[in-house]
């Protein structure tokens, strides 16, 4: 189970942290993503990490900005999110499979579990 948290109203300019608590979900030889998608559009990987060594993908569109860790032993990956633009409103979602790697799982938009999204919207 995953479970997103940490999503909220934020004026651009400003940062947020998402969190996603995985719990029930073999996480030694995974990849981790942080995936979003805004009203009427597809949605899009934004950041995916593997759990067992130091790789990770982040989607040009938020290079820079966004950076996400996974905390092995809490089993919860973060999303730290700062200089936030209008255009990353969107809802969050994190998900996990043991299969890819991080740069596979945010680009084959397939994963073997999925959570909840949490809402993100910047606005003034």
Not at 2 to 26: D, E, K, M, N, Y
Not at 98 to 123: D, I, K
Request: include cysteine.
């Amino acid at each position: 189970q995953l479970q997103a948290s940490g999503g909220g109203l934020v004026q651009p300019g400003g940062s947020l942290r998402l969190s996603c608590a995985i719990s029930g979900v073999t996480l030694d030889t995974s990849a981790i993503g942080w995936f979003r998608q805004a009203p009427g559009k597809e949605r899009e990987g934004v950041s995916c990490i593997s759990t067992y060594d130091p790789i990770t993908y982040t989607a040009d569109s938020v290079k820079g900005r966004f950076t996400v860790s996974v905390d092995n032993a809490k089993d919860t990956v973060y999303l730290e999110m700062r200089s936030l633009k209008p255009e990353d409103t969107a809802v969050y979602y994190c998900a996990t499979d043991q299969a890819q790697r991080p740069w596979n799982l945010c680009h084959s938009q397939y994963a073997e579990h999925w959570g909840r999204g949490t809402l993100v919207t910047v606005s003034s």
